[in-house]
Nanobody, 122 residues
Framework: VQLQASGGGLVQAGGSLRLSCAAS????????VGWFRQRPGEEREFVAA????????DVRDSAKGRFTISRDNAKNTVYLQMNSLKPDDTAVYYC????????????????WGQGTLVTVSS
């Protein structure tokens, strides 16, 4: 599985962005997919994850009510809708796919995409 993240950019605080993670490979629907972020000098942290069939979704506490993860297996794509963005959300965002869903909460995955930069100005 190859993953391509996109949708990052510069936005003012309170604004919105939608990140996309496009996957290649016919077995994409077998994988849980997560979004992670990394700030300079910090470790990568979990943001959100979604089960292969979309029935289970997890979002980090600081993003609950603001971020929504969804997927369209017909399009091999997972989305992260980010609303009410804060300067603290500024980071490089990565998507990743894991065959074992619990791995995503530990920032472990079988496949990683390249990052997309999100910058939120105050």
């Amino acid at each position: 599985v190859q993953l391509q993240a996109s949708g990052g950019g510069l936005v003012q605080a309170g604004g919105s962005l939608r990140l996309s993670c496009a996957a290649s490979g016919r077995t994409f629907s077998n994988y849980g997919v997560g979004w992670f972020r990394q700030r300079p000098g910090e470790e990568r942290e979990f943001v959100a994850a979604i089960y292969p069939n979309g029935d289970i979704r997890d979002v980090r506490d600081s993003a609950k009510g603001r971020f929504t993860i969804s997927r369209d297996n017909a399009k091999n794509t997972v989305y992260l809708q980010m609303n009410s963005l804060k300067p603290d959300d500024t980071a490089v965002y990565y998507c990743a796919a894991a065959i074992w869903y619990p791995d995503l909460r530990r920032a472990q995955a079988n496949y990683w995409g390249q990052g997309t930069l999100v910058t939120v100005s105050s």
